[in-house]
Antibody, heavy 117, light 107 residues
Framework: QVQLVESGGGVVQPGRSLRLSCAASAFAFSNYAMHWVRQAPGKGLEWVALMSYDGRNKYYADSVKGRFTISRDNSKNTLYLQMNSLRAEDTAVYYC??????????WGQGTLVTVSS | DIQMTQSPSSLSASVGDRVTITCRASQSISSYLNWYQQKPGKAPKLLIYAASSLQSGVPSRFSGSGSGTDFTLSISSLQPEDFATYYCQQGYSAPITFGQGTRLEIE
């Protein structure tokens, strides 16, 4: 069955960087757009970034624009989120998600990023 | 950006009750409205897409309606497994935005 597995989360100091990965399996990864969505502890869902199937188009939430970069390696079936200049307010569970047939119909289990000194 | 406002923010109900959650968009989003269910420690799960289409595998007690700016999610007869947090989301234009969530609790 379709699987999305995030990794790379952890504790990082403010101002530092972290790269998240999302390994996809059991579907034609290179044919589908991919998203990152985050959820701060006890808070709601916040869309972070979107990359088109071919990597040509990228979109970002204003809260991360200029600091985060979404990318993908279709040869490795992997989505990435490079997070620079991290802030305390970036602390959240980060989910990757895709739309195989309907909007956000498949999600990973999430990876926790904690930004703290 | 399109703002999505859900009401109520929390709701207490009993097994067997019918409940309705509303979601209002700050501008017309046609039918580009989706609903998700999230349980603690789990990823969200798609329930309804395009305002009123039931996602495969979702029980028929869930239904959605609306278009333009006003939308509703209804659960016809609450089951124990339905107590969770529900989010609406607009896919009409970037940036994609979610409502703040409605927490459905057991009364």
């Amino acid at each position: 069955q379709v699987q999305l597995v995030e990794s790379g989360g952890g504790v990082v100091q403010p101002g530092r960087s972290l790269r998240l990965s999302c390994a996809a399996s059991a579907f034609a990864f290179s044919n589908y757009a991919m998203h990152w969505v985050r959820q701060a502890p006890g808070k709601g869902l916040e869309w972070v970034a979107l990359m088109s199937y071919d990597g040509r188009n990228k979109y970002y939430a204003d809260s991360v624009k200029g600091r985060f970069t979404i990318s993908r390696d279709n040869s490795k079936n992997t989505l990435y989120l490079q997070m620079n200049s991290l802030r305390a307010e970036d602390t959240a569970v980060y989910y990757c998600a895709t739309e195989l047939g309907e909007p956000f119909d498949h999600w990973g289990q999430g990876t926790l990023v904690t930004v703290s000194s | 950006d399109i703002q999505m406002t859900q009401s109520p923010s929390s709701l207490s109900a009993s097994v067997g009750d019918r409940v309705t959650i509303t979601c209002r968009a700050s501008q017309s989003i046609s039918s580009y409205l989706n609903w998700y269910q999230q349980k603690p420690g789990k990823a969200p799960k798609l329930l309804i897409y395009a305002a009123s289409s039931l996602q495969s595998g979702v029980p028929s007690r869930f239904s959605g309606s609306g278009s333009g700016t006003d939308f509703t999610l209804s659960i016809s007869s609450l089951q124990p497994e339905d107590f969770a947090t529900y989010y609406c989301q607009q896919g009409y234009s970037a940036p994609i935005t979610f409502g703040q969530g409605t927490r459905l609790e057991i009364e």
